[in-house]
């Protein structure tokens, strides 16, 4: 009954990847340090989606 109300952590780190991204690609024209270090994590996430195994596709 409860189960339904559980966030899917793929979903999460989706979500995650997506944020990172988008606030790199902001940072990129004011200030390219942060956004390298946005780029990363989001690698980072990207890596712990593929080892989940579905490649982080929906």
């Known amino acids: ?3 339904m109300f ?3 952590p793929v979903e999460k780190l989706r979500k995650e ?3 990172l991204l988008s606030e790199a690609h902001r940072l990129s ?3 390219r340090t942060r956004s390298d270090e946005m780029t990363a ?3 980072e996430i990207e890596d712990k989606l593929l080892a989940l195994g579905n490649g982080g596709k929906p």
Do not use: E, L, N, S
Request: aromatic share 6%; charged share 40%; net charge positive.
């Open 29 to 31: 024209t004011v200030d």
């Open 1 to 3: 009954m409860f189960g």
């Open 41 to 43: 994590k989001a690698a």
């Open 17 to 19: 990847h997506a944020r």
């Open 6 to 8: 559980k966030k899917d």
